[in-house]
């Protein structure tokens, strides 16, 4: 796993904006190949992150659930299973994480949004990590990094008080 990016008091690149200015914040990139095995070790990296803000332990339990499910949707729908790169851009404020999980893999050609409701069950295993993570984030959605013809990426929002 490879850290980089790291600021402290800079501008958030994934802020919204307050009027005039932006968020303020610190920033941390990840990067790591979607190997199952070390999505226990990245949730529980973000989990402290939370920690380290005055998160309590349910909200970093919620980052952990969404996070895991964002990394296995990576996993299975980018690459097929096989190991490929991902990144999560996290950035922190006084009131919230900000997360960007994003791949280089096939990118989707529809855009799902994230279910408000539970969906019915298809008789297959998986299709509920979407449901999940919008019931356990502030703000979820999944979009087109970087307005490149590859790769996915879905943005989380916690407030962390």
Do not use: W
């Not at 529809?110 to 069950?121: D, L, V, Y």
């Amino acid at each position: 796993m490879i850290l980089s990016k790291h600021t402290d008091g800079g501008v958030s690149p994934m802020g919204r904006s307050r009027g005039n200015r932006q968020t303020a914040g610190r920033t941390l990139t990840l990067q790591f190949a979607t190997a199952p095995e070390g999505f226990a070790r990245v949730r529980g990296m973000i989990a402290y992150l939370a920690q380290r803000e005055g998160a309590s332990r349910a909200i970093q339990e919620d980052l952990m659930v969404a996070v895991g499910e964002a990394l296995t949707n990576a996993s299975r729908h980018a690459y097929g299973g096989i190991p490929g790169p991902l990144e999560i851009e996290v950035s922190v404020d006084d009131e919230s994480m900000r997360l960007l999980i994003h791949d280089h893999g096939a990118p989707l050609t529809n855009i799902p949004p994230i279910p408000p409701a539970r969906p019915a069950s298809t008789g297959q295993d998986g299709g509920l990590g979407l449901y999940l993570i919008g019931q356990l984030m502030d703000e979820a959605e999944i979009i087109h990094p970087y307005h490149r013809t590859y790769g996915t990426a879905i943005r989380l929002v916690k407030r962390l008080k």
